[in-house]
């Protein structure tokens, strides 16, 4: 089997396929799995997403949400098995696809309005679609 042949098994074993279809402008609860020393837990980390990149493997998302006044924004790799749940909360109507404008807003002047006619299952139905009403 050649590296080339070897490596694509590699890249399809590890795809997840429990992700919820989510776009900028979509506020995402990533549950994140944190190791401290022997004990394994899960840590919510809730924000805006603010940009998508990549494909495949190494696709990536940013999530932005302020902590205590101060902005965090966190890289996610989309496929990578520190992840354990992605949950859709909200749709988020915007027109850009990446919104790094948000860094310099702040208050209410931050806020994305929300997509109208869209329901978001809620609970632990993190991987459904949205559906339309």
């Not at 496929?79 to 992605?86: G, K, L, R």
């Amino acid at each position: 089997m050649g590296k080339e042949r070897r490596l694509e098994q590699v890249v399809i074993e590890n795809l997840r396929d429990n992700i919820p279809a989510f776009a900028p402008g979509d506020t995402l609860r990533v549950m994140v799995r944190v190791r401290e020393g022997e004990k394994e837990r899960l840590q919510a980390f809730e924000g805006i997403c603010i940009a998508r990149r990549g494909g495949g493997i190494n696709e990536t998302f940013t999530v932005r949400k302020i902590s205590a006044g101060v902005g965090v924004e966190r890289i996610f790799p989309l496929h990578a098995p520190s992840i354990a749940e992605i949950g859709l909360l909200r749709k988020g109507r915007v027109r850009r696809a990446k919104l790094y404008f948000l860094r310099r807003l702040a208050g209410k002047a931050a806020r994305i309005r929300e997509k109208r006619g869209i329901t978001v299952p809620t609970g632990g139905a993190a991987d459904q679609e949205p559906t339309q009403t």
